[in-house]
């Protein structure tokens, strides 16, 4: 079983930024991807970002060139840079990731974007 620990959410003015971390109970290498989602109240939990074994990362269209996934092998860590932040993305944000055909989540932690 793998444990996906958030952390770094809060609240943060239009045009802000926060930094989300992603910890993970194992080493990230044996992971088959590592991404982040996120639910806002009313919607539809969605993909976010995703960074494959191998590197390669994914965005949603609504993030491209606003947020940047990237991971610490090391620290089993994956991150989620959010710079340019607007209200609608406001949600909980989720890590979540597979390992031998079962998916994993974490529990979330809060970003809300407000004036």
């Known amino acids: 079983q793998v444990r996906l620990v958030e952390s770094g959410g809060g609240l943060v003015q239009p045009g802000g930024s926060l930094r989300l971390s992603c910890a993970a109970s194992e080493s990230i290498f044996s992971l088959d991807f590592m991404g982040w989602y996120r639910q806002a109240p009313g919607k539809q939990r969605e993909m976010v970002a995703t960074?494959?074994?191998?590197?390669?990362?994914g965005y949603a269209d609504s993030v491209k060139g606003r947020f940047t996934i990237s991971r610490d092998v090391a620290k089993n860590t994956v991150y989620l840079q959010m710079n340019s932040l607007k209200p609608e993305d406001t949600a909980v944000y989720y890590c979540?990731?597979?390992?031998?055909?079962?998916?994993?989540w974490g529990q979330g932690t809060q970003v809300t974007v407000s004036s």
């Open positions: 960074i494959s074994s191998g590197d390669t990362p």
């Open positions: 979540h990731t597979t390992h031998y055909g079962y998916g994993y």
